[in-house]
Nanobody
Framework: QVQLVESGGGLVQAGGSLNLACAAS????????MGWFRQVPGKERELVAR????????YYADSVKGRFTISRDKSKSTMYLQMNNLKPDDTAVYYC????????????WGPGTQVTVSS
């Protein structure tokens, strides 16, 4: 069983940066995909960025393209989200998720980390 734990959230001023990390433990996998999602109260959880674990191929939501960078370190079983030029609209709980397959939903989720961007 794979467990995910996020870290790196916090309070930052608009224009600032944060680097989120998602550490995987337990029975990790060598393929599949991992993603960063975010959610604010009253809204649906949205996909922010996704990375294919084997190739490193990345996808970004339009709202974060050019500001956020997703990456992974296979040796540490850890995924990262470097967030630059943060905006108040980026305020949310950020979750990492993993799937051993390339399609469908993500079956494994972390508990989330709060990111708050002040104006």
């Amino acid at each position: 069983q794979v467990q995910l734990v996020e870290s790196g959230g916090g309070l930052v001023q608009a224009g600032g940066s944060l680097n989120l990390a998602c550490a995987a433990s337990g029975r990790t996998f060598s393929s599949g995909r991992m993603g960063w999602f975010r959610q604010v109260p009253g809204k649906e959880r949205e996909l922010v960025a996704r990375i294919l674990w084997s190739s490193g191929s990345a996808y970004y939501a339009d709202s974060v393209k050019g500001r956020f960078t997703i990456s992974r370190d296979k040796s540490k079983s850890t995924m990262y989200l470097q967030m630059n030029n943060l905006k108040p609209d980026d305020t949310a709980v950020y979750y990492c998720a993993a799937s051993a397959v390339m399609v469908g939903g993500y079956g494994i989720w972390g508990p989330g980390t709060q990111v708050t961007v002040s104006s």
